[in-house]
């Protein structure tokens, strides 16, 4: 029986740099029977040049390579690579991440063994400027008993390790371009709500590169912001628990309201005012907690 094909869905963006280790570790998969689709969202460096250099050294038809005319976003990237694919799985891996090489493999039995519809595992985090390990990135024992309300608190599915069904974006549709980050997260409940089934393997099957950056209390503002969004948005969920969803609330309204304190006090207090609509108890029993500790 021949192996189902997996479609790699690889976003780009200024990628000509760390490209070439993401590449290496998708032809040195012990899957074979993929396609490679890379979508490069208006950047127009080196990439191009890269990614035409390995196709010619692993078949071209195994690979394509799409340019946006204009800058439209990761989800947008992966929601036309998605649209291009193949496959009957489709495997997700950005142009700064890596793979273990039994990571298709591993997946793609479990999925056909189990008969699951979506696969995720544990990545490991490395820094950037000197390619060392700085913590892992998965679930915990509580978080997949808790599932998928856990990921609400916080989201343990790294899409660089996620293989899954093709069939599911006839059902769930693709990523949400209006979210600046947090759209994983948006997908995995989506997937989660339309009834298909998660398998989580255990083991470190991917790499996340961690990159430095002058802006990182902005960044956190950003993620807090959008992951308080996803939690709005996915308010009225009915396989998730009110109490989840308030906790949740708190938390990540809290978090966007302390990050934008002083640089934007009227995002702050609108943070705030979405807690006294979600979570006024939780509100006022943090209130009460710090006016305690004082």
């Not at 690579?81 to 997946?107: M, R, V």
């Not at 989201?155 to 390790?161: D, L, P, T």
């Amino acid at each position: 029986m021949a192996e189902p094909i997996v479609s790699i869905i690889m976003p780009a963006y200024n990628a000509e740099k760390n490209i070439p280790e993401s590449l290496a570790a998708v032809k040195a998969q012990t899957y074979k029977n993929w396609e490679l689709i890379v979508v490069e969202d208006a950047s127009r460096d080196g990439t191009e040049e890269i990614v035409n250099e390995f196709a010619k050294d692993v078949g071209e038809a195994r690979v394509k390579y799409i340019l946006h005319q204009y800058n439209q976003g990761v989800s947008a990237t992966r929601n036309t690579a998605i649209k291009l694919a193949n496959g009957k799985y489709l495997a997700f891996l950005d142009y700064d991440d890596i793979w273990q090489k039994n990571h298709l493999e591993t997946a793609v039995t479990k999925l056909e063994e189990d008969n699951c519809d979506i696969a995720y595992s544990t990545v490991e985090m490395f820094q950037d400027s000197t390619n060392k390990i700085i913590g892992l990135w998965g679930p915990s024992e509580q978080d997949l008993l808790n599932f998928p309300g856990s990921l609400l608190a916080r989201n343990y599915i790294a899409s660089n390790v996620v293989v899954m069904r093709r069939i599911i974006t006839e059902k769930v549709g693709y990523f949400e371009t209006n979210l600046k980050a947090a759209e994983d997260l948006d997908y995995w409940l989506r997937v989660a709500e339309s009834g298909f089934k998660f398998v989580y393997i255990p083991g470190v099957y991917g790499s996340y590169r961690k990159k430095e950056s002058s802006s990182l209390t902005s960044q956190a503002a950003m993620v807090a912001e959008y992951h308080a969004l996803v939690i709005r948005k996915h308010w009225h969920s009915s396989i998730i628990s009110q109490e989840i969803r308030q906790d949740a609330a708190l938390l990540y309204h809290l978090k966007a309201a302390k990050f934008n304190f002083n640089n934007n006090p009227i995002k702050a207090l609108e943070c705030l005012l979405w807690i006294v609509i979600l979570n006024p108890k939780g509100l006022v029993s943090k209130v009460f907690e710090l006016v305690s500790n004082k």
